[in-house]
């Protein structure tokens, strides 16, 4: 007798057959002289099939834990399978019913199919919050233009506009 459990619940499977596969993708492209093997291959997730019997007492009981199987199925539960084979982190992806023989009273046939969940762990530094960052404020021009005539423009370049007046009456630079 197997178990199937999320860790709250358990679905008893007297199990009729346990099968594991296990896959690895492989590069379909050539492979460059010199270089590791192992970086043209990756691992698939390992896929569990399971053959049994779900019994009970009666039908109704035998509903309870299909039920249970479909709501752990839907929801996306990770599972542990205690049999013949011990796995954990597993998900049920497909889940099958069959009455043989027009169904029995007390049992009824599964045939259910897991696949390995790869959990992996993130980290990340926290970053400490100081507050608003603000533009600067673009600097004023401090320069100031005057336009005698059209073509003929003096500045005076962070001057005060008394300055540029008093050189343009005497018309020395100040410098």
Request: aromatic letters at 8%; glycine letters at 8%; hydrophobic letters at 35%.
């Amino acid at each position: 007798m197997a178990k199937l459990t999320d860790g709250k619940k358990t679905v008893e499977i007297f199990a009729l057959s346990e099968e594991e596969s296990i896959e690895n993708k492989v590069s379909q492209y050539p492979v460059q002289s010199g270089n590791p093997i192992t970086d043209h291959t990756q691992r698939e997730s390992f896929t569990e099939t399971f053959s049994g019997w779900i019994k009970g007492k009666d039908h109704n009981e035998i509903n309870d834990k299909w039920s249970q199987l479909m709501n752990w199925q839907y929801a996306g539960a990770s599972l542990t399978w205690h049999g013949a084979i011990i796995h954990g982190n597993l998900m049920l992806t497909n889940i099958t019913k069959t009455y043989e023989d027009g169904g029995f009273k007390n049992a009824l046939k599964v045939d259910l199919e897991l696949r390995e969940v790869k959990t992996v762990s993130a980290s990340y530094a926290a970053v400490k919050h100081v507050g608003p960052v603000n533009p600067p404020k673009p600097k004023a021009n401090p320069a100031v233009y005057v336009t005698v005539v059209p073509g003929n423009t003096y500045w005076a370049g962070g001057e005060s506009m008394e300055h540029l007046s008093k050189h343009l009456e005497t018309g020395t630079t100040g410098r």
